[in-house]
């Protein structure tokens, strides 16, 4: 399988905020933007491999900043590295200043996904080589991550989890 980098897998996501899609004080509702980053997300995951994929898990959001009401918000997904038949996507949120058209941070998440066949059988995956010093840094703390995930999600013993345990010694 050829390799692919993070620019294959780029999907970009732009859409604006409505009102059945905010809170009670008229910020955009968590759920609805953790849909969106999954839909970018699965695109994203798609490009990658070229075959079926499911969310495996959602590893890390943060919500820093709120979206209100009417603000355009952009999803950038890319995957930041792929292992046997699973990826790991980045995310960044970004909004847009309605007079400037200047683009702010807003949120980010890391959400795992994995490829399958139509049993819904993992599938091996090709895989990536980062390019810019971001996704060098990205690739490089996806295996601590991935390990983190799965060892809260019990499916592996946290003494398994070496790159993981690295950190603390
Ligand atoms: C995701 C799924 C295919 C994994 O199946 P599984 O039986 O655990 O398969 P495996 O143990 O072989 O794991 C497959 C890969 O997923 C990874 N994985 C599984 N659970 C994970 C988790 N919680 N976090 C990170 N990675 C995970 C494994 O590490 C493995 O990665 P690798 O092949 O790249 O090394 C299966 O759990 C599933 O179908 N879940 C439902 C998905 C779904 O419906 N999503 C939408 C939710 S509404």
Redesign the pocket.
Known sequence: MEAKTPKDSRTIMTDMVLPGETNPINNLFGGELLARMDRAAGISARRHSRRIV????V?HVAFNRAIPLGSVVTVDAKVSR???????IYIDVWIEDRESGVKAKANEAIY???A?DET???V??PELVPETELEIERFQGALR??QL??V??G??KPNDATELKALFE
């Open positions: 499911v969310t495996a898990s590893n792929a292992f046997k038949s699973s990826m790991e795992t996904f994995v399958v819904g059988r993992p091996r995956v991550r991935k995930s799965l809260l999600a499916k592996m």
